[in-house]
């Protein structure tokens, strides 16, 4: 079965500074999402990304999807406390008519941004 | 437009007790899910509906059980509360079967304590 697995789990920066928070799977990548999650909430969907080398841009946010398909990064510039939550990836286990829209998820990781 | 409503919020168990989680969404979606969510874990799919009438095993479907009668709900049922199924749940629903431009929305989640 696939696996997602992100890197680091945590992370703790100062205002301002960039970050990069990555994603590696077991298997090739359909479909990439990002959300993001606040303490005792659920999750905000940031981006998703399909195509090989994709990249997207939202606010100070930059996902990519690199070529091969296997690893996705997510890039804040910038930081902000605003930006402090829980990343978690998510991917599509399946293309076409094996899809199934069961997605599955990283184990997150956790920012902290100290101001 | 209130999206994915989950209740109760909080729950205690006492061991062996049962409980329904439930979930609704306004929204029309076809694709329904239920994750639980673990310290360190990310998100755990325990079942998933394509649409009502039809419900599909995730990855941690033991001990649970849900029923999808109509397109709103999607009711996760627990018969025999274990200590192991402490966790948060989030249901969740989407759109389309690619997810493509409807990405999963999120409730807020409810949080089962079982002692």
């Known amino acids: 079965s696939q696996e997602l697995e992100q890197s680091p789990q945590s992370l703790i920066v100062q205002e301002g500074k960039n970050l990069t928070i990555n994603c590696t799977s077991s298997?090739?990548?359909?479909?990439l999402y990002w959300y993001k999650q606040k303490y005792g909430e659920g999750l905000i969907f940031l981006m998703m990304?399909?195509?090989?080398?994709e990249e997207k841009s939202h606010e100070k946010i930059t996902a990519k999807l690199d070529e091969k398909k296997q690893q996705s990064s997510l890039h804040i510039t910038a930081s902000q406390p605003s930006h402090a939550g829980i990343y978690l990836c998510?991917?599509?286990?399946?293309?076409?008519?094996?899809?199934?829209?069961?997605?599955?998820f990283g184990q997150g990781t956790t920012l902290q941004v100290k101001p | 437009n209130a999206g994915v409503t989950q209740t109760p919020k909080f729950r205690i168990l006492k061991i062996g007790q049962s409980m329904t989680l439930q979930c609704t969404q306004d929204?029309?979606?076809?694709?329904m899910y239920w994750y639980r969510q673990d310290p360190g874990m990310g998100l755990k799919l325990i079942y998933y509906?394509?649409?009502?009438?039809?419900?599909d095993k995730g990855e941690v479907p033991n001990g649970y059980n849900v029923s999808r009668s109509t397109t709103e709900d999607f009711p996760l049922r627990l018969e025999l509360a274990a200590p192991s199924q402490t966790s948060v749940y989030f249901c969740?629903?989407?759109?389309?079967?690619?997810?493509?431009?409807?990405?999963?929305?999120f409730g807020n989640g409810t949080r089962l304590t079982v002692t």
């Open positions: 509906s394509v649409g009502a009438g039809i419900t």
């Open positions: 990304l399909q195509k090989g080398g």
């Open positions: 969740a629903s989407s759109y389309s079967l690619r997810q493509n431009n409807s990405p999963l929305h």
């Open positions: 298997k090739t990548l359909y479909g």
């Open positions: 929204m029309n979606h076809n694709y």
């Open positions: 998510g991917a599509d286990t399946g293309y076409g008519s094996s899809n199934t829209g069961k997605l599955i």
